[in-house]
């Protein structure tokens, strides 16, 4: 490095958003500025943390004793100088590139966001915003009219560096003298913010904003946040607040947790945990933990950020903190896997999760049925991949029913109210809510008044053949033919107003099906079940894999249309009509249309038509006869 390295200060231009964001901070007033505060020193605390981090592994770092703290000093200032504050960290330091980099030219996509929000009148709530779109550093300049920034990279060999800027579209770097590690934000305060110059008011602000950060924050000489992690208090000591703002701290998620889970014990392993169910699948964009996992610590240190060894795959949506004193610290990855004690922490903290979303589904419905839309999908591939997790699971399901009116039952509802008569679980496979409803296979179930779930997910007709039975009761298909229906008390008493058609007439019309469907079918038959709909296509008894050819459909596979039995319905009108016209003229088109036109929405209805738009000719045609007749 030469010498004329280290004296010059090299000017760079601001990222264009870094640029309008600055703008926005410098020139606009806003109620929250102190959180400027809670941002520098939320960047000091992750810069810690990366030290700590670093350190499991590697020793060789510039001062490696230096204790991890924060310290916030407002120095002694003549009269008419500007106020001053100054923020220092033993962090993991920055190099001259990396302040560039970090500070000024790094592609920030919330930056963009932030001024589309503004952009779009949102009422500016600093509080919100700022820390949302991840433009903590620069909401300094709400109160700064000149930030120097001086940084020595924990790296032995790198060299002490300073970044300037007074809030223009320009930032300058030049090399610095500093001895130790860390970073240290001198902040020269605009007049109009020279309140914060204050040690009182400093230590109020730490107090409100950053009192559980793991590491002391000095204010002058005394500690100002209380620095007791958050996962080791006693729950009754903590605030729903503090919960929440550790929570956004964490993940930077604006949306909030579905479920906390907040305990600690001590057999068989000693354990603090504090466990996020996030408020959606999908991480927001700015969310600053992408990886699944849950951070794992031992003896308060980070030792994997992102440890996916502890939960089921199918429960890797969860985000938190475990902390056990039982884990040797300098664990290896390797280790930390094969250790005994982690089967132990996964078994505790996966049964307090499962106990309390099934909690939650008791005791709160509406955010139960929030969580299941979000995450009911994991609960149900793990049946798939964890068949052990099946006991486990299965209580935590929700679907609709024919008698839930649109609301989501259990399974534990669903047997709790079934006939005294009823032995199995009936549910329809279907690809809507309205299609299961109008599903023709419900006809006798309505009639002996006897519930049907819904089961409309891709993945409930999937795992279908895996769910054998729910506490003793087999799970049935509607589908399937020949099936032998219990009476129950509310079984309607077979008057049926409908005359049955005549049988030589419904023999004809059966023969007009089966001439025209041929090969597709494997039988036509008058069925014994059907009340308000012509006809539908059952499973033969021993038909293998019927929920396949469903996921194959949705799969796009090379796809074959199961051949099923068509059964009719020998009192519908419109049967009765088609079976006149069987009679009276076999040979008119309409006959042979209207059998297709059958046949096909009776494949939509199951979820089995590759695709329902091929339909449209045949049904314009249906039309053409239908509106001629209706003028002669
Ligand atoms: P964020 O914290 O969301 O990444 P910021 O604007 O607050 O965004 O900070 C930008 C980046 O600057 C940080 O990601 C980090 O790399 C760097 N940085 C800021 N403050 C410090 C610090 N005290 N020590 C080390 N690096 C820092
Ligand atoms: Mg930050």
Not at 172 to 191: C, F, N, Q, W, Y
Not at 432 to 459: I, Q
Not at 515 to 540: A, C, F, I, Y
Not at 588 to 608: C, D, F, H, K, R
Request: proline letters at 5%.
């Amino acid at each position: 490095m030469t010498t004329e390295e280290q004296t010059t200060s090299d000017a760079y231009h601001f990222k264009a958003e870094i640029k309008q964001v600055l703008h926005i901070l410098v020139h606009s007033l806003y109620q929250d500025r102190e959180i400027f505060l809670r941002e520098l020193i939320s960047n000091a605390s992750d810069a810690m943390t990366r030290m700590q981090f670093e350190m499991l592994t590697n020793h060789d770092v510039l001062d490696p004793d230096a204790e991890l703290a924060i310290h916030i000093d407002v120095p002694e200032v003549a009269e008419d100088e500007p106020k001053k504050i100054i923020i220092c960290d033993s962090g993991i330091g920055m190099t001259k590139d990396e302040l560039v980099q970090n500070l000024g030219t790094i592609a920030q996509s919330g930056a963009r966001e932030f001024l589309a929000k503004i952009a779009e009148g949102a009422t500016f709530d600093a509080n919100d915003l700022i820390g949302q779109f991840g433009v903590g550093f620069y909401s300094v300049f709400m109160v700064a009219d000149e930030v120097r920034v001086v940084s020595r990279s924990h790296k032995k060999r790198a060299k002490a560096a300073a970044w300037l800027c007074d809030g223009s579209d320009t930032f300058r770097v030049e090399a610095a003298e500093k001895e130790d590690r860390g970073t240290e934000i001198h902040i020269t305060l605009r007049p109009d913010a020279a309140e914060f110059a204050n040690e009182w008011k400093l230590k109020q602000i730490v107090k409100k904003h950053s009192d559980f950060v793991r590491y002391p924050i000095y204010v002058g000489e005394a500690q100002a946040n209380q620095q007791t992690s958050l996962w080791r208090q006693r729950p009754s000591d903590i605030q729903p607040d503090a919960y929440r703002d550790f929570y956004r701290q964490m993940t930077m998620e604006f949306e909030e947790p579905l479920l906390t889970v907040h305990f600690a014990t001590d057999v068989p392993v000693s354990v603090h945990a504090l466990l996020f169910v996030p408020g959606k699948r999908e991480p927001g964009i700015l969310a600053s933990r992408k990886e699944p996992g849950v951070m794992l610590y031992s003896h308060n240190v980070l030792i994997q950020e992102y440890c996916t060894d502890l939960l089921p795959v199918w429960l890797q949506f969860v985000d938190g903190v475990v902390d056990s004193e039982d884990l040797p610290l300098n664990v290896s990855r390797e280790t930390v896997q094969n250790n005994r004690l982690m089967a132990q922490l996964g078994k505790t903290i996966r049964g307090r999760l499962l106990r309390d979303l099934k909690k939650m589904g008791q005791d709160d419905a509406e955010k139960y049925e929030k969580f299941w839309n979000e995450f009911g999908r994991y609960f149900k591939e793990a049946v798939a991949i964890d068949p052990a997790a099946k006991e486990d699971v299965l209580p935590l399901y929700r679907y609709q029913s024919s008698k839930s009116d649109g609301k989501l039952i259990s399974l534990d509802d669903y047997v709790a109210r079934m006939a005294e008569e009823q032995e199995a679980i009936y549910f329809v496979l279907s690809d809507t809510v309205a299609a299961a409803a109008n599903s023709p296979h419900l006809d006798p179930f309505k009639a002996r008044g006897l519930e049907v779930l819904y089961w409309v997910d891709p993945l409930d007709a999937l795992i279908s053949p895996l769910l054998a039975e729910y506490k003793g009761k087999p799970f049935q298909n509607v589908d399937e033919a020949d099936m032998e229906l219990p009476n129950t008390a509310a079984t309607e008493t077979e008057t049926d107003e409908a005359t049955p058609i005549a049988e030589p007439d419904l023999n004809r019309f059966i023969g007009a099906c089966v001439t025209t469907l041929g090969e597709r079918v494997t039988e036509v038959r008058v069925s014994k079940v059907l009340k308000d709909s012509p006809v539908r296509l059952v499973s033969p008894k021993d038909a293998q894999n019927r929920e396949m050819h469903r996921i194959q459909r949705l799969l796009d596979k090379e796809y074959e249309i199961p051949r099923k039995i068509l059964e009719v319905n020998g009192r519908h009108p419109l049967i009765a009509n088609l079976a006149q016209l069987a009679t009276q003229q076999p040979d008119a088109p309409l006959l042979t249309m209207s059998i297709e036109q059958l046949y096909a929405n009776a494949l939509v209805q199951e979820g089995l038509h590759p695709n329902p738009a091929d339909m449209l000719p045949q049904i314009q045609s249906i039309l053409e006869v239908a509106a001629a007749q209706a003028v002669q």
